[in-house]
């Protein structure tokens, strides 16, 4: 069974991780982020962390899951920027169709085509 912790607890790993992070300590970063769920109000950031935590240099799935995953939690001027960076992760990674979409998403494009996109002119 997954431990319940009190939004104050969650505050905290958030903020002790965010620290790894910017001393270059992922694993340890990781390890404050495990036990977190990706559910409820904190869901979207721990998300977000996970994907700092796991990026590497020639893009990483699992990385990407938990940027798209932040994402669609957080909210626009957070979720624009993340977008922006999931867009780059999938440039990196040699997917340039789930870049381009990223990248409209992060504009502000639906992902719905407008009526008569792709038709030939």
Request: proline share 8%.
């Amino acid at each position: 069974m997954a431990a319940i912790f009190h939004p104050v607890q969650i505050a905290k790993r958030l903020v002790a991780a965010d620290g790894y992070l910017e001393m270059g300590m992922p694993a340890q970063a990781l390890e404050r982020l495990q036990p977190l769920s990706t559910e409820g109000p904190f869901g979207g950031l721990v998300a977000y962390m996970r994907t700092h935590a796991l990026r590497t240099p020639e893009g990483s799935p699992a990385a990407s899951s938990a940027l798209e995953a932040a994402a669609k939690e957080l909210p626009e001027p957070y979720a624009k920027a993340i977008w922006f960076e999931l867009s780059e992760c999938y440039r990196r990674a040699g997917f340039t169709t789930h870049a381009v979409n990223s990248l409209g998403s992060a504009r502000g494009a639906s992902g719905t085509p407008a009526p008569g996109a792709g038709e030939k002119l």
